[in-house]
């Protein structure tokens, strides 16, 4: 089973920026596709980005596209997600996971997640 670390999170002004990470425990991220999605409380899980295995193709939902980055570094077994002007809206708890093929669909290997409050 794949087990994922996220960190990073904190409080936040609107406008601010923050970059999450994600490590891999006991395997390593190198080829897989990884996504990370996000949940607010009373609200379903959502993705936000997803990175292919080899780095080369990024997705992004349209709330965030223009505004986060993601990116791997396989030699330190790492995926990012860099926030620039965060909005409140952006308040939930994130998680990574493998989204095989970046579809969308995450294989539900979750971890304890990563609480990012955007408030003033």
């Known amino acids: 089973q794949l087990q994922f670390v996220e960190s990073g999170g904190s409080l936040v002004q609107p406008g601010g920026s923050l970059r999450l990470s994600c490590a891999a425990s006991?395997?390593?991220?190198?080829?897989?596709?990884i996504g990370w999605f996000r949940q607010a409380p009373g609200k379903e899980r959502e993705e936000v980005s997803c990175?292919?295995?080899?780095?080369?193709?990024?997705n992004y939902a349209s709330f965030v596209k223009g505004r986060f980055t993601i990116s791997r570094d396989n030699a330190k077994n790492m995926v990012y997600l860099q926030m620039r002007d965060v909005k409140p809206e952006d308040s939930a708890t994130y998680y990574c996971?493998?989204?095989?093929?970046?579809?969308?669909?995450?294989?539900?290997?979750w971890g304890q997640g990563t609480q990012v409050t955007v408030s003033s």
């Open positions: 990175i292919s295995g080899s780095g080369l193709t990024q």
């Open positions: 006991g395997f390593t991220l190198d080829g897989y596709a």
């Open positions: 996971t493998e989204e095989p093929g970046c579809r969308g669909v995450p294989a539900n290997f």
